[in-house]
């Protein structure tokens, strides 16, 4: 069954164009506040420039009116190309300061693009963007003050104009974190899933493949000489394959209808939200299917047996799974001791056997020590999302050990 995705916000629903026609707005509320400044914003420090005809005030108003209009046209482009709208608004500013007007505005559309850089480009590019700007507001009080102005009142506007700087770069920045934080976790989500999909893969076939290769080979060196146990054998690997089958048959079904839910299993879920299609209940059946290969599992049940949560069973059984698997396929011994300890917070896992290293006879065994595939790095994962602990190595005394620890 299909997934419905959950509708994205409101702001990612909005198509490229109405952020388009949001950055012309604004371009056109920038010439607004332009023309109503050199309008209406003469002082004795910013006196009416000497360019504007006083004898024609229709032309000067039109005049205003371009300028103001020509000098707000790069703010249409602030969105695609932030970098060069900051180039140009900063030289307007200068040239407003030459003309005696009063820079303020330009001032507070570079804190805007400061916040707009600081979102979408690196974090060095977003800090240089901010000290150019007061670098060169601290130049433009320089040329223009003349010691009209007290120390103090320069300290009180450098800070004021500091902290809108601030201000911008950290909502811009905080912007790219939560951006770059979900598209993080939006990878370790499909890592995850992939990696619990092989997980998941492996230790359903390879147990399964072993037993067969196994079999088949058994049923290979003696279908001539002893056509009843070749037979046998070959039930064996048809009635192995047909529970793979099925199973493989089932994990597909579930992964299609399993909504997929993030990767949460160090909390106590489920990896995947995967449904547990075995777990320890189907021990007697791994014991009879490695019996036909020709190991033994002596079975150890310490503790009361009780119901344990699904997580817990099914990496339980996974990992005692192929530890019996490698025991098979690599130690060289018909024996192999298995160990379920149920204590009140933890389940204890231990697998042990006395192999004398791998043997090679025929197809039956594969080639190459415990632990040169994926087997134990994909128990270690599974036991680390459990929040448990594994250790897996050589005995001293001779074969292999798998011990595992899992909180319940």
Known sequence: MDQVMPRPPWLRRLPSGVWTATAWCAAALFAVVLFAVVLFGTTAYHPTPPWQPHDAPLLGLALQAAMALVMALPIGWAGRRPLPVFGVV??????????????????LVMDCLVGHIAATRPRRTALAAGAVELAAWICQWMAVDQGRNTFSDFLSML????????????????IRQQR???EAMRAHTVTAERLRIAREVHDMVAHSIGAIAIQAGAASLVIDTQPARARSALTAIETTSRETLAE??????????APALPATASHGNRPGGLPS???LEAIDRLAETTADAGVRLDMQWLGE???????????AFRIIQESVTNAVRHSGSD?????VEYRDDELVLEIVDEGRGPVRTGATRAPGAPGTGYGIAGMRERVGLLNGRFSAGARPEGGFRVAARLPV
């Open 305 to 315: 047996r009780r119901p344990l949560p699904p997580e817990v069973d099914l990496a």
């Open 90 to 107: 900063l030289a307007e500013s200068v040239a407003a300061q030459v003309l005696t007007a009063r820079t303020w505005p330009f001032f």
């Open 248 to 257: 493989l048959r089932r994990m597909l079904v579930s992964l299609r209808q």
């Open 159 to 174: 800070s004021a104009l500091a902290l809108t700087i601030a201000i911008a770069w950290l909502i811009g920045n905080s």
């Open 335 to 339: 024996r192999c001791r298995v160990s």
């Open 180 to 182: 770059d934080y979900g």
């Open 277 to 279: 299609t075995t777990g």
